[in-house]
């Protein structure tokens, strides 16, 4: 073979290989993006050091960031969170893509840096620190990472929402101050966010999207379906969250792994429990701050958020059942609580139905479903938390919803004021239907109006610390007494739900005073 007849078949060799090399590298890249392994795209919007470091140093920044992440597991191994964070931070720079640094660095500063603080506001500053750098930063560079917006939410739910650190209620209040200024310091309307028609309007839509990073069209969405919500609380927070990373899961599926919709899915349904729980605020001008009372009207589609759950998560799947039923048992009794009967009565038989053969109370194999009603059970409820034999305690419980009554008044919640004052009833009555009449001298309960005239002179009486003079004459008013001599100053004392526990015995004694003066 001539030299050049050799040349040309080589260079054929070489074309046929650089074609089939070509094919093949195409295939790879396409497998490389759905599995998510690779960033072709460069940096948007990135600062200067960002995008010199992405750029210039190529792949040594893999080197450097790695021997940045060990020395950063070290420093965390050695309770160094401080020097943990300033590592931490050289590596998103160096590898803004890296899921995981961003994940140990908010939990590094919500949590761990967070209570090396004494101060309440040192704290809350590292709080927010935390879930910013995953909403503002993290999210920029990873915007279709399911774990960053599983990690988000997490601090609203359980950082902010939960009571395990004891600066808890200043995080809610800072967070509800934050949020009362994009919502105009009154109840959240997000009609007026979508369509804005006032310059006041557009600026505080405007605040929601560039500083919070939120949607309001995606949020009134997220309103419908899961709500509705308290948007000054942190829980409805964490299910925009959620919410947010199933979307993003909808549109990229073959990079979703189904462990991480589960972890969303609960996310959503547990912040949706305790919406119900205490999702709502009501205004207590006397104290001038908020009450947390339930959120009633999110019951069906927290229940439908457990249903669903459990049948995607299938190895949960009693777990979450189980969940479900101490739900729907809270549901009817707050429903009760709340004097709406027919919704606790529609409850009671869904829970019947739905789990027939559970015993209602805890240590009881014999309350079944079939054996009571909704009224009962309610009642019942009382009583398991309060010994059903110890008059002490039934009196205490009592008095303390008959007060738990009177603030609901106060505070203008009429339905929950009936609610109480008629599950405190209808408990003496249970109780003193169980008593043998041979039995009724020693443990019996004084007539249920000697228990509510107790339980309003502690309310009433003028050195009572927990209720000002402003609340008493409400309270005065609505009961049409008349009115109490005004005094020249206000006290100092701070309002609140009247505890059971405070002053039962005397509260026992001035009650069975007034039985037998009569």
């Known amino acids: 073979m001539s030299g050049k007849l050799k040349k040309v078949v080589l260079l054929l060799m070489a074309a046929l290989l650089l074609v089939g090399v070509s094919r093949i590298q195409q295939a790879m890249n396409r497998d490389r993006a759905r599995l998510g392994i690779t960033r072709t795209e460069p940096l948007k919007n990135a600062p200067p050091v960002l995008a010199f470091t992405t ?40 590898e803004p893509t890296y899921v995981q640094v961003w994940l140990v660095q908010a939990w590094n500063m919500a949590y761990n840096i967070s209570v090396k603080f004494k101060d309440w506001p040192d704290r809350w500053r590292w709080v927010k620190r935390g879930f910013e750098l995953l909403r503002d930063d993290g999210l920029a560079y990873n915007p279709n990472e399911l774990l960053i917006y599983r990690e988000l939410g997490w601090i609203f739910q359980h950082k902010m929402g939960q009571n395990l650190d004891d600066a808890h209620m200043y995080y809610k209040q800072q967070w509800a101050n934050e949020m009362s200024v994009v919502f105009a310091k009154k109840k959240p309307d997000l009609e007026e966010l979508v369509n804005p028609r006032t310059e006041d309007q557009t600026n505080r839509a405007k605040l929601l999207i560039e500083k919070y990073k939120m ?45 991480d919709l589960i972890t969303l899915r609960r996310l959503i349904y547990q912040s949706m429990l305790v919406s119900f729980q205490r999702g709502q605020l009501v205004e207590n001008p006397y104290a001038k701050s908020f009450e947390f009372v339930p959120n009633l009207d999110i019951i069906p589609k927290v229940s439908f958020a457990y249903e669903q759950a459990a049948e995607e998560d299938r190895n949960n799947h009693d777990h979450i059942l189980k969940a479900h039923r101490n739900f729907l048992r809270d549901a009817v009794y707050f429903l009760y609580e709340a004097n709406r009967l027919r919704d606790s009565d529609y409850w009671y038989k869904y829970l019947a139905a739905k789990y027939p053969d559970k015993p209602l109370i805890d240590g009881d194999p014999k309350s079944l479903p079939g054996t009571m009603n909704y009224e009962g059970y309610s009642v019942r409820k009382v009583q398991e938390d309060v010994r059903e034999t110890d008059p002490k305690r039934i009196i205490s419980a009592i008095i303390g919803m008959i007060q738990h009554a009177y603030t609901e008044l106060i505070l203008g919640q009429d339905e929950r004021y009936a609610g109480y004052m008629m599950l405190a009833k209808k408990t003496r009555d249970t109780y003193e ?41 409400v309270l005065r008013s609505k009961l049409g007494m008349e009115k109490e001599p005004a005094i020249p100053a206000a006290t100092n004392g701070v309002p609140g739900r009247a505890s059971a526990a405070v002053g039962t015995t005397n509260a026992v004694q001035q009650a069975k005073t007034a039985a037998k003066s009569d």
Not at 70 to 94: C, G, H, N, S
Not at 234 to 255: C, D, F, Q, S, T
């Open 433 to 473: 239907s169980q008593i043998p009449k041979s039995r009724e001298e020693p443990i019996g309960l004084p007539p249920f109006e000697d228990l509510v005239r107790v339980a309003r002179d502690q309310m009433l009486a003028v050195e009572n610390p927990r209720l000002p003079y402003e609340a008493r004459a």
């Open 55 to 94: 750029v210039a140093l190529g792949g040594f920044r893999g080197l450097i960031s790695n021997a940045l992440w060990m020395r950063a597991t070290d420093l965390q191994d050695e309770d160094k969170f401080f020097e943990m964070a300033q590592l931490a931070d050289w590596i998103t720079k160096l």
């Open 215 to 259: 949607d309001p069209k995606f949020m009134k969405e997220v309103n419908d379906k899961y709500g509705p919500l308290e948007w000054r609380l942190p829980e409805a927070h964490a299910i925009y969250w959620g919410a947010k990373g199933l979307e993003v899961a909808a549109k990229n599926p073959a990079k979703v792994k189904q462990d």
